[in-house]
């Protein structure tokens, strides 16, 4: 079974900072997708950024990149010029197209406090 | 663009009674539908996932079931709430294989708040 481990539960950062999250996870697979979610107090769950397994390139949107490393099957999200509106709880999440479900499996999370 | 919708936004309800949770989706057709439960301060578990009317799969076993009477339509039920069903319940859906969209990720709904009191 597919396994995502989220190593930080808390982890902060100045405003206008860099920071980086951190995940592993743990497959058979040689094809699959990975995502980073945002969960802000309000709680929707918001896809920040994909990566699929076959691109050797990391995935940028905007302020968010993906340093995404497939040997050691490592995927962390960085998030540059942060800002406060990036607090938030931050999941990352595994998806491999077994079974015709295409079922997401989530780390516990990190939350990210962003300090003034 | 596509929109899901979850309503009660917040419930209350007390031990023993009936539940019904309703997510639904707008602007696609045959989407994979998915329940998950968020526990306090926790991650996100996987209760249901549907790909098409009436067939539903359980992750874990509970004291919930889910139905899909229509393509956009998923309904979370429970006949007889537990204190342990308390918690942050997420509606979520997915396009069909790569034919219908490049990747997997899934759309979350904006949640229901149950306290089972």
């Known amino acids: 079974a597919q396994t995502v481990t989220q190593s930080q539960p808390e982890m902060s950062v100045q405003e206008a900072e860099t920071v980086t999250l951190s995940c592993t996870y743990d497959t058979s697979e040689s094809d699959y997708y990975l995502f980073w979610y945002k969960q802000p107090p309000s709680r929707q769950m918001i896809l920040v950024i994909r990566q699929e397994a076959y691109k050797q390139q990391n995935a940028t949107e905007n302020r968010f990149s993906v340093n995404f490393q497939k040997a050691a099957k490592s995927f962390s999200l960085k998030i540059s010029d942060s800002q406060l509106g990036d607090a938030a709880m931050y999941f990352c999440a595994y998806a491999y197209s077994g079974a015709g479900s295409y079922q997401l499996t989530f780390g516990k999370g990190t939350k990210l406090s962003v300090i003034p | 663009s596509q929109t899901i919708h979850q309503w009660p936004a917040t419930l209350v309800q007390p031990v023993g009674s009936p539940l019904s949770l309703e997510c639904t989706v707008e602007g696609t057709s045959n989407p994979n539908l998915y329940w998950y439960r968020q526990a306090a301060g926790r991650g996100l578990q996987l209760l249901f996932y549907s790909v098409g009317i009436g067939q539903i799969s359980s992750e874990v076993p509970q004291n919930l079931s889910a139905s899909r009477p229509q393509d956009r339509q998923f309904i979370l039920s429970s006949k007889k709430l537990l204190l342990s069903d308390s918690g942050f319940y997420l509606c979520?859906?997915?396009?069909?294989?790569?034919?219908?969209?490049?990747?997997?990720?899934?759309?979350f709904g904006p949640g229901t708040r149950l306290t089972v009191t």
């Open positions: 979520a859906w997915s396009r069909l294989p790569p034919i219908a969209g490049p990747s997997y990720e899934q759309y």
